[in-house]
């Protein structure tokens, strides 16, 4: 499974109303941190499959999601188990605390 890019329009559908986990990604095209984890973000999805659905929200074109999910700083990462916000991270993760953080949520 590939990373869904989510618009404000889309969010509900593609992240709230999906049952599964969901990591969504605040980001930015000038956050050089957000460019640095994207390709750990690619990689998650191809391995995690159809466990965990990977979206990325790019707050300069959608401002409302992250406006309504307190975003202070990017790249933020929320996870989202059947439309409630499980978790969240501030900053780029290594790998494998982005995995270890990802297998307290998979069941």
């Known amino acids: 499974m590939s990373v869904v890019h989510v618009s404000d329009e889309a ?3 593609e992240v ?3 049952e599964g986990l969901v990591l969504v990604d605040f980001w930015a095209q000038w956050c050089g941190p957000c460019r640095a ?12 499959g159809e466990k965990v ?3 990325k929200v790019d707050i300069d074109k959608n401002p409302e999601s992250p406006s309504q ?4 700083s990017i790249p933020t990462l929320l996870l989202f188990q059947k439309g409630q916000n499980v978790g969240q991270q501030v900053g780029a993760l290594p790998m494998p605390a982005l995995e270890a953080w990802l297998g307290q949520h998979l069941s």
């Open 11 to 13: 969010f509900s559908k």
């Open 53 to 55: 659905k990977i979206c």
């Open 16 to 18: 709230l109303d999906h």
């Open 37 to 48: 984890i994207a390709p750990l973000l690619d990689q998650l999805a191809e391995k995690y």
């Open 69 to 72: 999910y307190g975003v202070r």
